[in-house]
């Protein structure tokens, strides 16, 4: 059975804590792969930035260049509407009946595993990876493993604000997001 990582998240920008939280679990659990997955429109939170589909997904191509065992996974993209999770992991099982599916999240996201549509289905469909956050809590009534990861404080938000102020993103961000931040006029960067 192939042991396959899903990091999914808006990507808007996405950021090393990105990088270093995949590449943590993926050595931790031995997975294959871990597949970065822009949401198209996530049910809980609101795209900022005015930025497009297409360079989020650019973003993250560019963000994982270099990395054979960190791939693109545009399920969500491909589909119109709210993506749910439940419905997209149905997709790919359908695909991949030969994966073993691990959906990494943020401690943020643990908390809010209840809301989530689907929960007791998708529970029993894969396996769900927590990282640690801070000022999050990790307990969750749903089976979770939980990874340990460097502890790195930062958040699309900040980095948009960042952008957006002409601030430094050096070593905050992959090279090559920078540059197409810059490139692109993104969160008004100049």
Do not use: C
Not at 26 to 50: D, I, Q, S, T, Y
Not at 136 to 150: A, C, F, N, R, V
Request: zero cysteines; a negative charge; glycine letters at 8%.
């Amino acid at each position: 059975m192939r042991k396959i990582g899903i990091l999914g998240g808006t990507f808007n920008p996405p950021h090393i804590g990105h990088l270093v939280m995949a590449n943590e679990v993926k050595h931790a659990l031995g997975l294959e792969e871990v597949r970065f997955m822009p949401n198209a429109a996530p049910p809980h939170k609101k795209l900022e930035g005015n930025v497009s589909d297409e360079s989020r997904l650019r973003m993250t191509e560019l963000a994982i260049e270099g990395n054979d065992s960190f791939l693109i996974e545009k399920a969500e993209m491909n589909r119109s509407g709210i993506s749910y999770t439940v419905d997209t992991m149905r997709e790919l099982m359908n695909k991949e009946p030969d994966a073993s599916f691990y959906f990494i999240i943020g401690a943020d996201m643990i908390e809010y595993l209840p809301n989530w549509r689907g929960i007791d289905e998708l529970s029993k469909m894969i396996t769900f990876v927590g990282v640690n956050r801070p000022g999050y809590s990790s307990d969750t009534p749903y089976p979770i493993t939980l990874i340990q990861t460097p502890e790195i404080h930062l958040s699309s938000t900040v980095l948009r604000k960042k952008a957006a102020n002409g601030e430094p993103l050096l070593y905050l961000l992959p090279d090559g997001v920078i540059r197409y931040i810059k490139e692109n006029g993104l969160y008004g960067a100049v």
